[in-house]
């Protein structure tokens, strides 16, 4: 539950909301109480000024058995140290709050804080913009993400960079990064700002040059990483699935076989099967350990082909998914994607994943949209885009769960978008839910 949820449900005065559990503020405030009342008893006994018998009784006995002047140096020192122990809590516990998290209020800082940091582990895997859309959503409910990205992308400025500069391609690592950002504000937009014009410049955006000058500082794509999150403050982690040159290539149902991230949609036809180039890529250890203590798996949404799928194609991310005991869902896209997903439906998502895994425990279940505008964009009929249908009677013999709920953003042009909220609400509930069976 967000701090904005609780304050709705409980509907309290902002004054009552450090009572709320879990923002270890309150311990320390008793303390500081505990401490002040043994300095008064040991004044009071020191003025010669006995306690009531009755409800401080062995008090009472030590004062007349023990020197006067004793007892109260006992009850100064530890009411003393007591109280300073609480005081020191509770400071360390208010300026643990980083002055980059925006203007909220210290209590929403301390909320966050001490609530997010015992929530689930969650394992996030993808790329592209359905990977940063989830984690824009999920980051409200826990501050223990992992974002595994997929380094096969090849086009626009992130391709550019890698081409030219021999990294990694930073694209998608940038917009997972963006997204976790605990306040998307002025240097949130700037990590994402794309410069217009200028000679070498135009197309690039400026996180991709940050990340591109760190990774030549420090030495490689996720100490460069490392050292971004710091600089956005962000709720969680980002990882590449590995540190190879991964390049894509596609194998379709003719025979073609189609080299590059950005040229597999455009061939059109129908993939047979996805393979990297080399064929064995090493994972990241951090993302198999991340995969391992995860509580949550999540994969998807995003480009079936160019953005989920490559993250399993490094074989030892795969293994680890299908072996984690974490649960594990898949995130299934709205609508078909011409050139990757023509007339692909929600068993046709879950089979090619099943396939590129090797294994059906790759997930315990999907979440589809059930939901579209009634003044859906003439745009998707132009480009062959359809809504993924949900044909249960394939979904059936697979044996996953499917969860169905509404997931789409509103809005007036029709678009079919993800929404953040929505969709990791969604995965969230089911999570609880599965726990509890």
């Known amino acids: 539950m967000t701090f904005d949820k609780f304050k709705e449900n409980v509907n309290v005065k902002k004054e009552v909301g450090w009572l709320i559990p879990g923002l270890e503020v309150k311990r320390w405030f008793a303390l500081i109480f505990l401490g002040s009342v043994m300095i008064v008893l ?13 409800t401080l009784e062995l008090i009472r006995k ?23 122990k609480g005081w020191q809590k509770t400071t360390l516990s208010i300026m643990d709050m980083d002055s980059t998290e925006g203007n909220s209020s210290v209590l929403e800082k301390l909320y966050r804080r001490r609530k997010l940091n015992k929530g689930a582990k969650i394992v996030a895997v993808g790329g592209g913009t359905g990977l940063s859309m989830l984690l824009r959503g999920i980051k409200k409910y826990t501050n223990n993400i992992t974002a595994i990205v997929t380094v096969g ?6 391709g550019r960079l890698r081409e030219e500069m021999g990294i990694l391609p930073p694209g998608d690592i940038r917009n997972c990064i963006a997204a976790l950002g605990d306040d998307e504000g002025v240097i949130t937009e700037l990590f994402q700002y794309r410069f217009k014009t200028g000679e070498g410049l135009e197309g690039h955006s400026f996180g991709n040059l940050f990340l591109t000058a760190l990774c030549s500082i420090t030495g490689n794509m996720v100490r460069a990483v490392k050292e971004s999150s710091k600089v956005l403050n962000i709720r969680g ?10 390049k894509l290539a596609a194998e379709f149902e003719d025979g073609r076989v189609i080299h590059g991230e950005s040229n597999i949609p455009e061939a059109g036809g129908k993939i047979k099967t996805l393979f990297t180039v080399p064929a064995h890529c090493k994972a990241l250890p951090e993302a198999l350990t991340a995969i391992k203590e995860a509580d949550l798996i999540i994969l998807g949404p995003g480009s079936l082909y160019t953005s989920v799928i490559p993250n399993l194609l490094v074989s030892e991310i795969a293994e680890a998914i299908v072996q984690a005991k974490a649960k ?110």
Not at 62 to 84: E, Q
Not at 237 to 246: C, E, K, Q, S
């Open 328 to 437: 594990k869902i898949y995130v299934c896209n709205i609508m078909t994607q011409p050139g990757e997903t023509t007339d692909y439906s929600v068993a046709s998502h879950v089979n090619a994943l099943i396939k590129h895994a090797g294994s059906k425990k790759i997930v315990d279940a999907v979440l589809v949209n059930n939901s579209l505008p009634d003044n859906i964009s003439e745009g998707y009929a132009k480009t062959g885009s359809i809504p993924v249908k949900l044909d249960m009677e394939n979904i059936a013999p697979i044996g996953i769960e499917v969860v169905s709920q509404k997931l789409i953003q509103e809005n007036k042009d029709g678009l079919v978008r993800h929404s953040s909220n929505r969709v990791a609400r969604a995965v969230y509930y089911w999570y609880r839910k599965s726990i509890k069976r």
């Open 62 to 84: 030590a004062a007349l058995i023990l020197p006067s002047n004793f007892l109260a140096a006992v009850f100064i020192l530890v009411g003393g140290i007591i109280f300073f």
């Open 237 to 246: 982690v980002v990882l590449p699935a590995t540190l190879d040159d991964m």
């Open 42 to 54: 040991g004044f009071m006994v020191l003025a010669n000024v006995r306690p009531i018998y009755m």
């Open 153 to 158: 992308d090849d086009g626009g400025s992130s």
